[in-house]
């Protein structure tokens, strides 16, 4: 009539000795699950832990609307979408390991606490076996630990810090997003070439974590191709209005602005910039230039017309033209009437990636998993030739530089890509200074 | 029976208590496993810890505002100090709780004597700016120039290099756990009884027996002769003045108090997960334990437990009701129907529990001026009136502020 | 020697004089009043004595200790209370409770950490309470609230609140203020009641001359901030300066 | 010395948002004693009615264009604008172009009601209710309310650009003399300013020399003896709330071509804005101005290179900081009054 089930989770050093006496459920038997969340029935669970209200809210449902057609393609309903593509054929469209895939989802609210709430409730009550999904790298290095302490495996969304498979990383947490130092080794190159080689930036950039890590990674690079850096000057990440931080740029001999922000404080301080008219300007002889670093559609839209002309990189496009753009697209924009996002893109491919480790591993276990993403080369999902790298979890693929599109066709059409930076130009090793620090440690099955 | 110095009535409200937060793991979790309802059970671990922090913290900000009407407007920055001091410990110390609780409830008394010193010098909505303002500022330091304090934005989170002097090395490669002594705070113990899932979790129970103690230190302060003189801080201060009682050590006092009880919930908030966030210091975090206690009823002892409870159910549970979980429930209905009824209920779960949560403030204000525990009072004296059908039910008294008791 | 002496006290309110050189001295265990014209100054005095205002100049002792610059706590617990115009209560707590609380002050001093004890473990303090209750004639009324009461009960309350700290000195602002005849005839009978039954100073300031001349055996008439005549009642009730500052002589 | 006069001028008008919400705040405060935490949101209503309208004037037809495809390859659709069919091109897209200054006027008939809507409907029910109470009705009004603009246009920014004609900036330096592109400034940003100054001197011309006015104000200062006039003053007060809600919502609607509106940009000012009232001094109209400006003055001198290589940091705190100094050496604020929620 009732069974009893006993979970050991955490491991146990300080308490050995202190603690026999008291560690009353410890002296029974290690619990039946071989690891955390082990599907016993029919089903699979996921968790799509996004951003459904604050500022990233939009950004998170459209991570949701991915998740779902991944879901859709996985289970076999749909047109397949980029499985069709996928180089590898492991999956079969009748779930994962036979098992109908099933999905609970959060709302991270951009917190790192309500974001590991509601992961913790997904493994806790839903019983979860794989996290995935949020639109900020705070959140998704919070989240990351918690899957690294509880046993299951993160698949990071939306997160560009070079902090997240850098001195952050988990052996338990996988990125397909690019990161900070990618998109100044793609733009740096691309922009000497554009503007010239002989030009003074400054740099706006959000006093946070993320932010630091990009304005250093331009800065190494635009030194590296020639450019002097004039001022970085850091603001606040409640700053709304960025006038007082723009006004000055006129005058500090710089020729061109880097914006590293993102978000909210991107699309302001994108249309403050040009409504102070610096890009009508000339300065040193040559025309004032905008860069913004990190591009997102998403939130290009919410700055308008002012994104025009302005160059910055991205993760994916809608408007590549490879196979598995194409499917994705026409998936997508079929079940919902527009193109998907990079946002959206990343998460898909993150579904699509962990249900075809599971397959080729056999298992759900995370360690079987992370063992069989480790190394793992594939392509057709978008990005062209890809390899999840075994030492930091994290993906190496091309880089796509944009530009602000002058004239759209529609609300849509808002960036064109103007470049695609071969990965060899982005590639970087792990023992790279902006990525030292941190180890991977090893693979937590949890149980 | 009178227990622990408390009249008879308190000693039975007091093992009430006792006994519906050790029974929490079951009473939590009403609805069978894989039913439709199952949405709604609450009996996890991680959401049963916050019930019972959540808990502590509004338990102590109502010691403040409940009794001396002083309304802080920052106490989120003694939780987040708390939690900060707790992981400091688990880096520099051990892993085991005790000595991390132990300092957050020293670190965040001492900063709320620093604060309270300065702020209470002025009252009303100047009080409240001010501990606004300092909340404000310690968030806002702490998400960028104090990062190196507080790993700003990502949280402080442990990590393997870290010295841990009292735990002796780590071999595993993997993160230690927090502990009582060894005993892990995220172990549990599962029982299915009935197609019912139960989780007696040690951390629950741990942070359970720490709340069972503050709100009987709270029990005894409201009953004291000091929470007396804070009760006449609130109604008169003029009148204790010229009474010869000298308010600010009072209110300071309380606000002390206070502060170190929401040093404990964020010193329990780490040692369930230890990762301390900036996030945790923001002003809406300071608002929302505001709007716990005056949800629940200010100045009552419940009321603020309730208020906790109901914000971080919907938090956590509403957020998480989507449209498969919809179709799901109404999937027995014809399709038209099954489709009507998830598009009306949409837009208030999912996504949308913040316009539910919102809603529900608005009404509960408007109808139950007392909070949810008038409302509780109301549905036991309905009770109450039809067991004594005689028209010795409760008298019509005048309006006056919910009583203590209760 | 007075318990309460008051030199050449003065006080500003921009370039209003408010009190001009005032010299008193009330001998203890006497009624005095203070009586005077609307704007006489006889509040500023007062609060002068509680330590609410501070003189510019002059010096106020109260039995031995200056009371400049000292606050109001501070010199209630050196023995002086005082009751308001409007009676100052705890309005959202019970009558009981508002006057244990001045006997918890009288008790303990102006703060003590008592977190730990209990209100009703505290017995002595309660029959106290309730010892004062039953001087006012309001220990029926107890478990009331004070809110509640009507205004001669208040008033009646506020003295049971002085009255449990064993005031050497009590000071009473318009104590029948707004009151009818009936109450004003019990509020008399109960200050001559509290005076016979114990040692102690009063000041009063009041308009109703039935009650001045009922109470009082000192009376000092103020007029413009300046003291005009300081004697027995007999005394002032013809004495022409005090016709000329009422009547109006300017 | 043109740093310092650029941020001057970014101050002042940093400073008349904040004065603009400040001095709606402070009528509700001041007039009602009541503390409102749905103003952010009222603000935030203001911006996007000036979405609103864009969207409204934006209404289109579609046309199947079949020699251009979309995204997915099908025959594009091309959306025309009925105002752009009726007045041809030029005039149909010159009126799209204004829709933030129409805007003007189609907001304050709109935030008139919905300020009226909210005293009747809910506020006037807590006029005698503790602050507390008042904080949590309003605050859980001011989450329904963006919540339900969430739901109708998304989470996103909405760009809502100035008419062209105001777009780019004005060479300031030039003017005073000195060289070139020393001082710039948007256009827009300085019609934000003379806007602001405009309502503000109406409202106090209004409080001033109106009888209407001169009731409000006396209520302000005594609110039970102006009731016992005769006067029904509740009535007047219900029409002070409408007039701090035209304001705040003036304020949005002109804010939105400096940022692109969102559903919690009220949130972000809420704090702000209860912080410049309160250094302002409770009740006091001409405080919460002062206290606006100052305020959006000093943090623009925070933000600046060379304070901020001194005390880093300080552009993150500056308000906070001021406030703090402000409410220590001035109890009341600046101009406050006394006994006003001061219990």
């Known amino acids: ?447 | 029976m009178q227990l622990f110095g408390l009249s008879k009535k308190d000693t039975l409200f007091l093992l009430i208590v006792i006994f519906l937060t050790l029974a929490t793991p079951i009473l939590l979790q009403p609805f069978a496993e894989g039913s439709g309802l199952a949405q709604f059970n609450a009996g996890y671990p991680d959401l049963m810890q916050r019930f019972a922090i959540y808990g502590i913290f509004a338990i102590g900000f109502n010691i403040l505002f409940g009794l001396t009407g002083y309304l802080s407007f920052g106490h989120a920055a003694f939780l987040g100090v708390g939690s900060y001091s707790a992981v400091w410990m688990f880096k520099l110390l051990t892993m085991n709780v005790i000595p991390g609780i132990i300092l957050a409830v020293i670190v965040s008394g001492l900063f709320a004597l620093l604060i309270g010193w300065i702020s209470l010098r002025r009252s009303g909505i100047y009080f409240s700016i001010l501990t606004l303002a300092f909340a404000q500022m310690s968030y806002n330091l702490a998400y960028s120039v104090l990062t190196p304090l507080t790993n700003g934005e990502t949280g402080l989170q442990i990590r393997l290099t870290d010295p841990r002097l009292l735990d002796g090395a780590n071999t595993t490669g993997s993160l230690p756990t927090t502990n009582l002594f060894g005993l892990a705070m995220n172990d549990s113990i599962r029982l299915e009884f009935f197609g019912r899932l139960f989780t007696f979790n040690v951390g629950y129970y741990f942070s359970a027996v720490m709340a069972i103690i503050v709100f009987y230190i709270a029990l005894r302060i409201f009953r004291s002769p000091f929470g007396l003189m804070l009760r006449a801080v609130k109604t008169n201060q003029t009148r204790l003045n010229y009474t010869g009682v000298n308010t600010r050590p009072y209110t300071l006092a309380a606000f002390v108090i206070s502060g170190m009880y929401a040093g404990l919930a964020g010193g329990l908030l780490a040692a369930m997960d230890p990762l301390a966030g900036a996030e945790r210091m923001q002003w809406t975090a300071s608002g929302e334990v505001v709007l716990m206690t005056i949800l629940g009823g200010a100045g009552t002892m419940m009321g603020p437990v309730l208020g906790a409870g109901f914000i971080k159910y919907f938090e956590n549970i509403f957020s998480k009701i989507n449209d498969n979980v919809l179709h799901n429930w109404f999937g027995a209905l014809p399709d038209g129907l099954e489709n009507f009824l998830v598009d009306l209920v949409h837009p208030f779960v999912g996504k949308g529990w913040h316009l539910t949560l919102g809603m529900l403030f608005v009404l509960v204000v408007m109808f139950l001026p007392g909070g949810l525990v008038e409302g509780g009072q109301r549905i036991a004296a309905l009770f109450r009136r039809k067991r004594k059908p005689d028209g010795s039910g409760p008298k019509h008294q005048p309006k006056q502020a919910p009583h203590v008791a209760e | 020697m007075g318990i309460l002496e008051v030199k050449n006290v003065s006080k500003r309110f921009g370039g209003l004089k408010a009190l001009d050189n005032v010299n008193l001295s009330i001998q203890e265990n006497t009624v005095h009043a203070i009586i005077g014209p609307n704007g006489a100054g006889k509040s500023t005095l007062l609060n002068c004595f509680v330590g609410k205002l501070i003189p510019d100049t002059g010096s106020v002792m109260f039995d031995g200790h200056s009371l400049l610059g000292v606050t109001p706590y501070k010199i209630n617990q050196l023995g002086v209370s005082r009751v308001f115009q409007t009676p100052e209560i705890f309005a959202e707590l019970t009558v009981l409770e508002n006057v244990m609380i001045p006997c918890f002050a009288h008790r303990d001093g102006s703060f003590r950490m008592h977190a730990f004890e209990t209100v009703d473990a505290e017995v002595e303090i309660r029959e106290k309470a309730e010892a004062m209750l039953h001087d006012v004639n309001m220990l029926d009324k107890k478990n009331e609230h004070a809110g509640s009461l009507s205004r001669g009960d208040k008033r009646r309350l506020e003295m049971a609140m002085c009255l449990a700290q064993d005031p050497k000195l009590l000071l009473l602002d318009e104590p029948t203020a707004g009151m009818a005849r009936a109450d004003t005839n019990n509020t008399i009978e109960l200050l001559k009641d509290i005076k016979k039954k114990r040692d102690i100073t009063m000041v009063i300031i009041e308009h109703d001359m039935h009650v001045v001349f009922s109470l009082a055996e000192r009376i000092t008439v103020l007029a413009q901030g300046t003291p005009l005549v300081e004697d027995v009642p007999e005394k002032i009730k013809g004495h022409p300066k005090v016709q000329e500052a009422y009547l109006g002589g300017h | 010395m043109d740093a310092i006069i650029l941020q001057i001028l970014n101050g002042l008008d940093k400073g008349s948002a904040y004065a603009l919400i400040a001095l709606g705040l402070t009528l509700i405060f001041g007039t009602l004693g009541v503390v409102n935490f749905a103003h952010g949101a009222i603000f935030m209503l203001g911006a996007f009615t000036a979405v609103t309208l864009d969207r409204l004037l934006n209404m289109s037809f579609v046309t199947i264009d079949p020699t251009r495809t979309n995204f997915l390859g099908q025959p594009l659709e091309v959306k025309t604008p009925y105002i752009v069919s009726w007045f041809g091109d030029s005039i149909g897209n010159g009126i799209i172009d204004w829709a933030v200054p129409l805007s003007i006027l189609f907001s304050i008939p709109i935030m008139l009601f919905i300020g009226y809507a909210m005293e009747r409907g809910i506020i006037k029910h807590f006029y005698h209710r503790p602050h507390a109470d008042q904080i949590l009705v309003t605050f859980g009004l001011a989450i329904v309310l963006q919540e339900i603009v969430k739901a109708f246009f998304g989470a996103n920014p909405i760009p809502t650009p100035a008419p062209a004609a105001f777009r780019g900036s004005f060479d300031f330096g030039v003017w005073l003399g000195f060289p070139a592109n020393a001082i710039i400034y948007p256009y827009w940003r300085m019609i934000y300013f003379l806007f602001s100054a405009i309502v503000i001197s109406g409202v106090f011309a209004f409080l001033r020399f109106t009888t209407f006015g001169m009731v409000v104000r006396a209520g302000m200062a005594d609110r039970e003896t102006v009731g016992l006039l005769g006067i029904d003053i509740d009535k007047r007060f219900t029409i002070m709330f409408g007039i701090a809600a035209a304001v705040a919502g003036l304020a949005g609607v002109m804010y939105a071509p400096i940022n692109s509106p969102n559903y919690h940009m009220g949130m972000d000012f809420l704090v702000l804005s209860f912080v410049v009232v309160v250094v302002g001094g409770m009740g006091s109209l001409p405080g919460a101005v002062l206290a606006g400006f100052l305020l959006g003055v000093l943090e623009s001198f925070a933000s600046m290179n060379e304070i901020k290589s001194i005390l880093p940091g300080i552009d993150q705190i500056i308000i906070y900081l001021i406030a703090i100094i402000i409410l220590l050496t001035r109890p009341r604020g600046l101009m406050g009054r006394k006994g006003v929620m001061e219990d």
Not at chain 1, 75 to 86: A, P, S, Y
Not at chain 1, 124 to 152: H, P, R, W
Not at chain 1, 279 to 308: C, H, T, W
Request: charged share 20%; with cysteine.
């Open chain 1, 1 to 447: 009539m009732s069974k009893l089930i006993l979970t050991r989770r955490g491991l146990l050093k300080t308490g050995a000795v202190a603690g026999a006496g008291l560690a009353m459920p410890t002296i029974f038997a290690s619990g039946a699950a071989a690891y955390t969340n082990e599907p016993k029935g029919g089903t699979v669970t996921l968790g799509f832990n996004v951003p459904q209200s604050g500022p990233y809210a939009d950004e998170g449902a459209d991570e949701l609307r991915a998740y779902k057609l991944a879901v859709e393609h996985l289970n076999g309903e749909g047109d397949g979408g980029m499985l069709n593509t996928f180089s590898s054929k492991a999956l079969k469209g009748n779930g994962i390991l036979g098992k109908k895939v099933t999905y609970v989802t959060g709302d991270t609210q951009t917190k790192s606490d309500a974001a590991r709430a509601s992961a913790k409730s997904m493994i806790e009550k839903d019983g979860a076996v794989m996290i995935t999904g949020g639109s900020s790298s705070g959140v998704a290095i919070a989240v990351q630990g918690l899957c690294q302490d509880a046993g299951v495996i993160f698949m990071a969304g939306l997160t560009h810090s070079n902090d997240t498979t850098g001195k952050d990383k988990k052996a338990n947490g996988f990125r397909h997003f690019f990161n900070a130092y990618m998109s100044a080794a793609a733009l740096a190159p691309v922009l000497s070439n554009a503007y010239g080689k002989d030009r003074k930036f400054y740099m706006l950039t959000a006093d946070y974590t993320w932010g630091w890590t990009q304005a250093a990674s331009m800065k190494a690079f635009l030194e590296g191709v020639g450019w002097t850096m004039v001022k970085d000057v850091r603001t606040p990440l409640a700053t709304t209005d960025f006038s007082s931080y723009i006004a000055p740029v006129m005058n500090s001999g710089a020729d061109v602005l880097i914006l590293n922000h993102y978000g909210g404080n991107m699309v302001n301080s994108l249309t403050n910039a040009v409504n102070f008219g610096l890009r009508d300007k000339m300065v040193n002889g040559k025309q004032f230039e905008i860069v913004v670093p990190l591009y997102s559609r998403l939130m290009a839209k919410g700055a308008g017309e002012n994104v025009k002309g302005i160059l910055g990189s991205t993760n994916w496009h809608w408007s590549l033209q490879d196979e598995g753009t194409k499917a994705f697209v026409k998936s997508f924009g079929t079940k919902y009437g527009f193109p998907p996002s990079q946002a959206a893109h990343t998460v898909y491919c993150q579904t699509l990636l962990y249900a075809d480790a599971c397959e080729r591993a056999g298992t759900f276990n995370p360690c079987g998993v992370a063992e069989a993403l480790e190394g793992f080369e594939f392509d057709g999902l978008g990005n062209g030739k890809t390899l999840y790298r075994a030492d930091d979890h994290q993906c190496f693929k091309d880089v796509l530089v944009v530009r602000g599109k002058e004239k759209p066709t529609s609300e849509f059409d808002l960036l064109e890509v103007v470049e695609k930076t071969p990965v060899e130009k982005v590639r970087y090793e792990p023992d790279n200074p902006f990525f030292k620090g941190g180890s991977l440690g090893k693979c937590n099955p949890g149980a």
